[in-house]
Structures are given as C-alpha cells and as structure tokens.
C-alpha cells in the first residue's frame, strides 16, 4: 500500500540529528534544550506524595484544579491579570501538545499562519498538517529585530493566526513592549488568535521584565499563551505545559483536547500544584540561569567566537565568522567529530535556510559541562 506522506519533506528533527551525532562522538551536548541536572529534590518528593495519596486516576479533563488555581494565581500575582481557572486554562502535555491542539483547532485548509524565522521546530508542521499555510518573516542576526512594516504587509483576509515566542529559543533575544503594541496594532479589528509561546517566561535577564501577551487588553482577547513546567522545573521528560486564553477560545481548544489526549499526567499536576504555592520556585529562575550564562560568556569571552549575551531564555547564540566560511551545517558537525562539542545550526531552523553563521548553545548545564564546554570552545 502507498501512502502520501502530509509532511514529505519532513525528517528526524535537528535536535535529535545533533544529539545522536553528539552520542556517537562522545561529546559534550549543549544542543538541546535541556538540563544536565536533577529536578528539584522537593518537587520530586510532592509528586511521589500525591501518587502515594491517592491521585493515580484521570485527572480532570481541563487539568488538576489545584494546578489550574496555582496558574491562575501566578497571572495575578505577576501581572495583574485574571484567568478563570474553571474555564480559561487547560493543562496540556507539554506546550508542544497545546500547541499543536491551538493550530489543529483553529487552521483549516488555506488558512495563513504568520511565523517569525528562524523558530522553534513544532509550529510549522503543525500548520501543515492541518491544511494551512505558513507566511514566514525571517529575522536577522545579532538582534532579531522584527520590521512590522513588513508584518502588517503579510497580513491579508487569510491571516488566522500569528506565532510569536520571547524570550525566543533559538536566537535567546526578547520581545520589548513596543513590539507587543506593535502587534496590538495591527491586529486590531481583525479575528487573527495570536499564540504567544512564553515557555521561558521565568528566564529573562538583566532586570529586562517579560512582555506577556496578557498584558495588553486587546491581545489579551485573542490571545493563547502556551507554558511548559518541563522548561520552568528542569525536568523536560515530564512534558507537564498548559495554555492559557479567553473562554470562547478556551471552549473550542477542550473540543478538540478532550479526545486528543484527554487529561495528563495527574501526580505530576498535583506535585507541581503544590510546589507552586512558593512564589519563589519559579521567581528564583532568572538570576538561577543569569549566572549560568555570565559564567559561560565569562569563560568564552577571550575565544574567537562573537556574542551578543542573551536576554533570555537558556540560550547562548555564537557567531563563528571570524574562523571559517563553512555554512553552520557543516561547522556544527565539525565541532562534534572533530572537536566534541555539540550544538544547533540556526539555519535549520530559518526560512530557506537562511545562513548567518551563529550556532546555538544551552546553558542550561552543570557548572564542571559548562567549563569543559568553554575549555573546547577557547581552543577552535
Ligand atoms: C520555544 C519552545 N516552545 C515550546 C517548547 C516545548 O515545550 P514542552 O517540552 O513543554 O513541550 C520548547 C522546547 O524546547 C521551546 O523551546
């Protein structure tokens, strides 16, 4: 039987490509996007608590209450802001499951999704899947900048959805409130849902304050907001996310999330739940990771490799042009065969490949990975 593929051009992604390359050479893996140390000892004994006490059954579909009033309380307590934990958040497996649950909710066939270049790998696909179709704006090297001249001109009546991401995995820049009124702007007046993928909310650097989507009134109406635990906790392997946005938003998302994978993880919520009733177990974050990454740039900074030192997110992106002309592809498998250092070419993740010779790095290590890491780095 012959099947015709909906993602032919589709591959293993780059972070898994890296990763095995990584494995086979032996080398130190600061590709993907994850911590090389445990998750919090406390959270860990919370979840074992609520397995051991009763929480091993669906939780319900929207998610644990506990865990949904925890999030609701957050948005209070940060930015003013009120979701109603009853019908305006769903717990999700992971953020990219509540992405992909947002696009295959609302695309439909033709439909145009606006997507900022070079991104996270989940999106398109997701909009492809379901018969829509990506509009990509491609941002440059070192800053990122966006030209909302050219995103109000890539707006037209097919315009159903706008994704952005700040802090912004891969580039580790960040969104500033003009930008954020920038897009209240020119989505005025529209029926365009913005998701605003904010998994690294809590790393953000320099004092520099995240510019939430639900800080701004009108966005705030079309808006979902995506969140990852796995991102916030250290512990990616336990894909706890949720989304948050207005209830007639809401109502369509659970239509579809309620037989895709109905509830998750119950222990996990209720862990989670309880580990958030301390403020601090996600406001401790920023200078957590802001001293991961001054002690990684600290150490690189007499190297040959460029940088403009992240904003946010555990992202470090370094531009190698002053040592070789290779494409990144190329570079960044060079670095792990012959050097033992792994990490992520940006041009995978960019619109036609777009090649600005930078790679990235996650600093999300132990301090002993982030020395060897820089020992390597100095030497290339
Ligand atoms: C920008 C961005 N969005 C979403 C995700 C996925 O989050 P989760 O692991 O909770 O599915 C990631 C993970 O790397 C990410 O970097």
């Known amino acids: ?30 590709s993907q996007g994850f911590p090389n140390y445990p998750s919090p000892q406390k959270l860990n004994d919370l979840v074992n608590h609520a397995m051991n006490n009763g929480y091993n059954q669906y939780a319900p579909m929207a998610g644990n209450l506990d865990l949904r009033l925890a999030i609701a309380n957050k948005y209070k307590l940060l930015y003013n802001k009120a979701y109603d934990p009853e019908k305006e958040i769903t717990v999700s497996a992971g953020a990219t499951q509540a992405i992909y649950t947002i696009i295959s909710t609302f695309i439909r066939t033709n439909d145009e999704v606006i997507i900022f270049m070079p991104a ?21 090297a070192p800053d990122y900048k966006v030209n909302w001249e050219e995103v109000a001109s890539k707006i037209s009546s097919k315009t159903k959805m706008i994704i952005i991401n700040s802090p912004h995995n891969p580039s580790g820049t960040i969104w500033q409130k003009d930008d954020m009124l920038e897009l209240q702007k020119i989505t005025k007046d529209t029926d365009i849902i913005v998701l605003s993928d904010e998994v690294y909310e809590h790393i953000i650097f320099d004092g520099e304050q995240h510019q939430s989507a639900c800080l701004f009134e009108d966005l705030k109406k079309r808006s979902f907001i995506t969140a990852s635990f796995g991102k916030t906790f250290h512990n990616t392997g336990w894909k706890i996310g949720y989304c ?33 009733l301390d403020p601090e177990t996600y406001l401790g974050l920023n200078s957590f990771f802001q001293q991961k990454r001054d002690l990684f740039l600290n ?80 030497k290339i």
């Open 120 to 140: 996270y790998d989940c999106y398109e696909p997701a909009v492809k899947v379901n018969g829509g179709k990506t509009i990509p704006i491609q941002l440059s």
């Open 244 to 276: 948050c946005a207005p209830d007639y938003l809401m109502d369509e998302f659970r239509k579809v999330h309620q037989f895709n994978v109905f509830s998750v993880h119950h222990p996990s919520q209720k862990g989670i739940a309880d580990y958030m």
């Open 1 to 30: 039987m012959k099947h015709k593929s909906k993602l032919p051009i589709v591959g293993t992604n780059i972070f898994t490509e890296m990763s095995a390359l990584a494995k086979k050479h032996n080398a130190i893996n600061l």
């Open 299 to 378: 150490l690189i900074s007499e190297s040959r490799f460029k940088f403009k030192p992240s904003k946010g997110a555990y992202f470090q992106v370094l531009d190698y042009s002053d040592i070789t002309d290779e494409n990144d592809v190329d570079f960044a498998k060079r670095l792990i065969k012959t050097f033992g250092i792994a990490s992520i070419p940006l041009s995978v993740l960019s619109h036609k490949d777009k090649d600005d010779q930078v790679l990235r790095f996650c600093f999300a290590k132990t301090e002993d990975t982030l020395k060897a890491a820089a020992d390597i780095l100095n």
